[in-house]
């Protein structure tokens, strides 16, 4: 047998151990945080929340957006300071935003730090809350597996907008510095659950929140990547006219594929011309399978920093598209740019939201967590994992820094 043939067959049982045991179902956070727009003023509540679910600080990943030229850097300092002080690894990317090159900030953040592809990656943007009963993610995770499917390797969420009690675009109240006594959890800050998108723009409201790391989501998670359909995904596109398999207008030249565990993994998957006999259990894992079940998902998007996010997503992704104008004819960067148009034209006059229109209610069960405190460090949960320090005894390894197994960790 070769080295190569047996290094796969090593890695393949190694998986197969690993698949059906707790010690592979890490959980990992990724999150894009728009500096410019008062994210920074959402982050700490963002990161007490899930560290309240379980999930460690050095399980956080962060990439903060910036513009420079458009904006000034405080949001982005704010950011940047935050991320220190709660020493969790983030990410700067400074330049005009574009869903395309946040795939590809993600997919290369993912790549260099979550290398076991049994662990989990839950995907939020820093005004998403994810509620998973209570309970921390990996436990909520696992019992939900075990109800639908024990291999199974995504989960979706729904979308629950909360707005300010009058309906207004309020100022996200920070908890940091002198004034955290006096800052209120952010599902008090906006207490109202409401349906905005539905009701203003029939945006979609659902969305991909979890999945195990040997897999990836489209841009906006509307669904899984197939692994049959990666390689044209993330390749390069010829021009137009000839189709696409995601909607772009640049970097029709940017191939992605190799830093995608579909590359990284490919000898693993079940593509659509494998052979249909039974593969071993621990392989299910390979399989796209989704999880019965929906996970309610908390969008804190009605805030006083929308209105300038809207009107430059409007700007860059209308192409040559005026609402109302020539709507049928025009050529758009992005089809959903009617979303950022007709938000802009609803709320730009400063009246508030119509909160009888939208359905807002006030739950008479609220999410209890204090999202201004940070808590325990909670670092004893990965604990078990018992991963060997560096020789001078004071510094992590790589190994375990990069989410590699633990029989990999060696000093």
Same mark, same amino acid.
């Given at each position: 047998m070769?080295?190569a043939?047996?290094g796969?067959?090593?890695?393949?049982?190694?998986l197969?151990?690993?698949?059906?045991?707790?010690?592979?179902?890490r959980?990992?956070?990724?999150?894009?945080?728009n500096t410019?727009y %008062?994210?920074?003023?959402? !982050?700490?509540?963002?990161l007490?929340y899930?560290h309240a679910h379980g999930?460690?600080?050095r399980?956080? !990943?962060?990439?903060?957006?910036h513009?420079p030229?458009?904006?000034?850097?405080r949001?982005l300092e704010?950011?940047?300071?935050?991320?220190?002080?709660?020493?969790?690894e983030?990410?700067v990317?400074e330049?005009?935003?574009?869903?395309?090159?946040h795939?590809?900030?993600?997919?290369?953040m993912?790549?260099?730090y979550?290398?076991d592809p049994?662990?989990w990656?839950?995907?939020?943007?820093v005004?998403?809350?994810?509620?998973?009963?209570g309970?921390f993610?990996k436990?909520?995770i696992?019992?939900?597996?075990?109800?639908?499917?024990?291999w199974?390797t995504y989960l979706?969420?729904?979308?629950v907008d909360?707005?300010?009690?009058d309906g207004?675009l309020?100022?996200?109240?920070?908890?940091m510095g002198?004034s955290?006594?006096?800052v209120?959890?952010i599902?008090?800050?906006?207490p109202?659950?409401c349906?905005?998108?539905?009701k203003?723009?029939k945006?979609w %409201?659902t969305?991909?929140?979890a999945?195990r790391a040997?897999?990836?989501?489209s841009?906006s998670?509307?669904h899984?990547i197939?692994a049959d359909?990666?390689?044209?995904?993330?390749?390069p596109?010829?021009?137009p006219?000839a189709?696409?398999?995601r909607?772009?207008g640049?970097?029709l030249?940017a191939?992605?594929?190799n830093?995608t565990p579909y590359h990284r993994?490919k000898e693993?998957?079940?593509?659509?011309?494998?052979?249909?006999e039974?593969?071993?259990?621990?392989?299910?894992?390979w399989?796209?399978?989704?999880a019965?079940?929906v996970i309610p998902?908390?969008?804190?998007k009605?805030?006083a920093?929308?209105l300038a996010?809207m009107?430059d997503r409007?700007e860059?992704?209308?192409?040559n598209?005026?609402?109302?104008v020539n709507?049928d004819?025009?050529t758009?960067r992005?089809?959903h740019?009617r979303?950022?148009?007709?938000?802009v034209?609803?709320l730009?006059?400063?009246q508030?939201?119509?909160l009888g229109g939208?359905?807002?209610?006030r739950?008479?069960? %609220?999410?209890?967590?204090?999202?201004?405190?940070?808590?325990?460090a909670?670092?004893w949960m990965e604990?078990w994992? %018992?991963?060997k320090?560096?020789?001078s005894g004071?510094?992590?390894p790589?190994?375990y820094?990069?989410g590699?197994?633990?029989?990999?960790a060696t000093?």
């Amino acid at each position: 047998m070769s080295r190569a043939c047996s290094g796969r067959s090593a890695l393949a049982l190694l998986l197969l151990a690993l698949s059906g045991s707790s010690m592979a179902s890490r959980v990992w956070v990724y999150t894009l945080v728009n500096t410019d727009y %008062d994210g920074a003023k959402l !982050l700490p509540h963002f990161l007490n929340y899930y560290h309240a679910h379980g999930v460690t600080w050095r399980r956080f !990943l962060v990439l903060l957006h910036h513009t420079p030229g458009a904006y000034s850097r405080r949001g982005l300092e704010d950011a940047m300071g935050i991320c220190a002080g709660y020493a969790v690894e983030c990410r700067v990317w400074e330049g005009r935003y574009s869903s395309e090159e946040h795939m590809a900030q993600q997919l290369d953040m993912l790549q260099e730090y979550v290398a076991d592809p049994t662990d989990w990656v839950v995907a939020a943007d820093v005004d998403e809350f994810q509620w998973w009963g209570g309970k921390f993610i990996k436990d909520a995770i696992a019992e939900i597996s075990q109800r639908s499917d024990p291999w199974a390797t995504y989960l979706r969420g729904r979308l629950v907008d909360r707005v300010a009690a009058d309906g207004s675009l309020a100022a996200v109240a920070q908890p940091m510095g002198d004034s955290q006594a006096g800052v209120l959890p952010i599902f008090q800050q906006f207490p109202l659950e409401c349906s905005v998108a539905n009701k203003l723009y029939k945006g979609w %409201d659902t969305k991909i929140v979890a999945y195990r790391a040997h897999f990836r989501v489209s841009r906006s998670a509307q669904h899984l990547i197939q692994a049959d359909d990666a390689a044209a995904y993330y390749g390069p596109c010829d021009p137009p006219p000839a189709p696409c398999p995601r909607p772009r207008g640049f970097n029709l030249e940017a191939d992605y594929f190799n830093i995608t565990p579909y590359h990284r993994f490919k000898e693993f998957y079940r593509y659509k011309d494998s052979p249909q006999e039974k593969r071993p259990p621990g392989l299910g894992l390979w399989d796209a399978l989704e999880a019965k079940g929906v996970i309610p998902v908390y969008h804190f998007k009605w805030h006083a920093g929308l209105l300038a996010n809207m009107k430059d997503r409007l700007e860059w992704y209308s192409g040559n598209c005026k609402l109302g104008v020539n709507e049928d004819s025009c050529t758009p960067r992005l089809s959903h740019w009617r979303e950022s148009a007709l938000t802009v034209a609803a709320l730009q006059g400063g009246q508030p939201l119509d909160l009888g229109g939208m359905d807002c209610v006030r739950p008479k069960n %609220d999410i209890d967590i204090n999202t201004t405190f940070a808590g325990a460090a909670w670092e004893w949960m990965e604990d078990w994992l %018992d991963v060997k320090e560096g020789q001078s005894g004071g510094q992590m390894p790589k190994q375990y820094r990069m989410g590699q197994f633990k029989q990999d960790a060696t000093a």
